[in-house]
Structure formats: structure tokens, C-alpha cells
């Protein structure tokens, strides 16, 4: 899915747009107890409720591709009887009025979920009637072929709320506030099945992690059964890698600025794509010749490049580049740079040691205070 498909899915959480048939829930405590279940037609709830249900839902649809929200593809084996992609199209297909198949989905979801404190998994169905575009791309209502019927679900830690004096206008005092248990926006979630090109993709899903460090893979392979991607984290640290170990000794300072430099145009050049862009292996290697590196580096690149990375997947681009700064660091000295003005920064050898070298004017501060340059 990409940024617009998502957004089109996050505008049926409102009043006018939306198409929830069926919310479900079960609540757990750190314990790994069920200590309440909901089941209710969503429309039938109080209006304060559902706008707080929208809230958590939306979050669960938020950040950026490929960092919190991370598109998973379906091992085929899974989608055999007792897969888990086959057991999520049997969810979805009952429209989660079938109490055993949301007890089996709750129960792998607590033995799976690492977490020792309280939380709620919120599961809705949904069906959307996907309106046709015409050419100018405006939306036509009356011209929907096709039913998007999907599940969300959400896991929200659920924690007490904080202490504090709050005012007591039936006693006109100030008192102790009453804590209560307050449920927190989404750890994770996932949406099923992925909605591709404008249209129901059952093989693929969109999974959502708060931290796109923490992908929760015990979650993953036993709830979606789906193959673990690399972090953001990770595609740049196996990016560094991937440069250093290929360049050897001609991974210089030129070399690295126009990488950063080549980079960032891309970025810029592709910001208002709907996909985000990205580097297969091809391409990371055509990148380093164009920056200077001598193609007799890169002679064993596929191999550095699978060793480095952990597969041969294209790499996105807002992970591996610092596109917002270009950074400087020696073990005393941090320098950022606009990354729009790296050629301000340049090397040079005087009396035979190395220096950086940045043109400066008179517009010079030290702590906040404005200097002059002597």
C-alpha cells in the first residue's frame, strides 16, 4: 500500500464516511488474564465513544511507510488450511460473529504478545464501497464495483492515569484526582487484507508498529505468519556497512558527500510520489560508480550487498539517508551542515595533516553570541 491508499482507508473513520459493521474487543491484564470481552454493532455506540474509537484507529494507519507502517507479503504456505492467512480470511469472513474464532484469535494474541502490563486488542470489520474515479480523478459514489471487506486490529496498552489535585465542584474544594485506567494509543496493529491499488489484496496486509525498532516478532510469525523485513534502523546501519566494506580505502570523504548528495536530490525529486522511494541492489550499485567509486571495488558488491543487509530487498531511501542534515563527526567534534549546502565543506592537506575547511562570513554565533571573525 502506498501513502494515498492509506489515507483513503484512515477518511472512513468519521461520522460521514464510515463503514465499521462490528467492533470486538477483549481486555488483559499483565497477568495474561482476560478480564472483560466487548462485542457491539459499532453505529449503536455514544458518539463520545466512537469519535475515541476513530482516534485509534487513525493512529494505527499512521507514520511513514516503511518505517511504522510496513507492507508484508503472505508466505504461499500460509494460505493453506490452518495458515494463518487462511485462518484471518475465515475471521473476516464471519464478520467476527463467530465467538470460538475470536476466542482462538485472542488466545494467540496474548501467548504471542510480549508485553507485562494491561492492554485491550480492539478488532473491527469493515466494508467499503470502493467509489471509481473518473479521469480528473474526482471520486464517482455511484460507480462502485467492488466491496473492500477488512479487519483492523489494534493492541493499545491500557495504564492508570496520572496522579494529581483535580476540583471538586459538587464540594467547591480541591482534592485527590481519582485515577483511572486510561487506554493508550495503539503498540501495534495490522490491517486485513491490504487494500492495493485501490482494490482488496488478500496475500499482503499493513502492519503498524509504534516503535519502528520493536517490529514484535514473536507477533509477526505466529499471529500473520508473515517473513520479518529489516528495521529502518537496520537498513541504515547495513546501508553504512554496505559502502564501507565495498569502498575499502577509497570510502573518502568525496566519495561519501556526493552518496549523501545523490541521496537527497532523489529524495526531493520523489516526495510527492505516492511510493516511497527506494534502492535495489542494482540500483545502490550504480549510486556508488556515479559517486566516484572505481568499479574494480565493487567487484564482490551482490555478495557484500546480502552479507551486509541480510537479503537482496530494495532499500528505501528515507532509511538509509539522512536527507534532513548532513553530519560531521570526529571523536570531539560534531558538525551539521545544511544538506542543501554540503559544498561549503571541503578537505584539504596543510603541512602535511588533513583539515576540514568551511568558509565562513561575519554572521557567526558561539553559545547564542553573535562574533566577529578575525
Known amino acids: 500500500m502506498n501513502k494515498k491508499e492509506v489515507s483513503e482507508i484512515k477518511k472512513q473513520f468519521t461520522p460521514e464516511n464510515c463503514a465499521i459493521t462490528r467492533l470486538c474487543g477483549c481486555y488483559v491484564d499483565g497477568e495474561k488474564t482476560k478480564k472483560t470481552e466487548l462485542k457491539d454493532a459499532f453505529l449503536s455506540l455514544p458518539e463520545e465513544e466512537i469519535f475515541k474509537y476513530f482516534e485509534i484507529f487513525?493512529?494505527?494507519?499512521?507514520?511513514?511507510?516503511?518505517?511504522?507502517?510496513?507492507?508484508?507479503?503472505?508466505?504461499?504456505?500460509?494460505?493453506?488450511?490452518?495458515?494463518?492467512?487462511?485462518?484471518?480470511?475465515?475471521?473476516?469472513?464471519?464478520?467476527?460473529?463467530?465467538?470460538?474464532?475470536?476466542?482462538?484469535?485472542?488466545?494467540q494474541i496474548i501467548a504471542s504478545y510480549d508485553y507485562g502490563e494491561n492492554y485491550l486488542i480492539l478488532l473491527i470489520h469493515a466494508a467499503y464501497d470502493i467509489p471509481g474515479k473518473a479521469l480528473d480523478g474526482e471520486e464517482m459514489f455511484d460507480a462502485s464495483d467492488e466491496t473492500y471487506e477488512y479487519l483492523l486490529c489494534c493492541i493499545c496498552p491500557v495504564n492508570l492515569s496520572k496522579p494529581g489535585l483535580a476540583y471538586n465542584t459538587v464540594e467547591n474544594c480541591f482534592q485527590n484526582r481519582i485515577r483511572d485506567w486510561v487506554v493508550d494509543m495503539p503498540d501495534l496493529g495490522f490491517l486485513f487484507p491490504a487494500f492495493t491499488d485501490r482494490s482488496t489484496d488478500i496475500h499482503s496486509l499493513l502492519y503498524y508498529t509504534k516503535k519502528p525498532e520493536d517490529l514484535h516478532d514473536a507477533f509477526v510469525e505466529q499471529i500473520l505468519g508473515s517473513t520479518l523485513p529489516l528495521t529502518a534502523g537496520n537498513q541504515k546501519t547495513g546501508f553504512q556497512s554496505l559502502v564501507e566494506n565495498s569502498l575499502g580505502d577509497q570510502c573518502d570523504f568525496e566519495v561519501v558527500k556526493t552518496i549523501h548528495e545523490k541521496l537527497t536530490e532523489l529524495a526531493q525529486t520523489r516526495k510527492d510520489d505516492p511510493e516511497p522511494p527506494s534502492l535495489d541492489k542494482n540500483e545502490i550499485k550504480s549510486l556508488l560508480v556515479q559517486s566516484g567509486a572505481d568499479r574494480e571495488k565493487l567487484e564482490d558488491f551482490e555478495m557484500q550487498y546480502e552479507s551486509c543487509t541480510g537479503s537482496d530487498l530494495p532499500l528505501l531511501v528515507s532509511n538509509v539517508a539522512s536527507t534532513r542534515k548532513f553530519e560531521i563527526k570526529t571523536p570531539d567534534i560534531v558538525i551539521t551542515v545544511n544538506p542543501e549546502r554540503t559544498d561549503l565543506v571541503e578537505t584539504q592537506v596543510i603541512d602535511g595533516r588533513k583539515y576540514l575547511m568551511i568558509p565562513v562570513d561575519d554572521r557567526v554565533e558561539l553559545n547564542g553570541i553573535s562574533v566577529k571573525m578575525i
Open 58 to 107: 487513525r493512529k494505527a494507519l499512521s507514520g511513514t511507510i516503511g518505517k511504522n507502517l510496513i507492507n508484508m507479503e503472505f508466505p504461499l504456505h500460509t494460505e493453506e488450511e490452518g495458515g494463518t492467512q487462511e485462518f484471518l480470511m475465515r475471521l473476516r469472513a464471519s464478520r467476527l460473529t463467530d465467538p470460538n474464532l475470536l476466542e482462538q484469535f485472542y488466545d
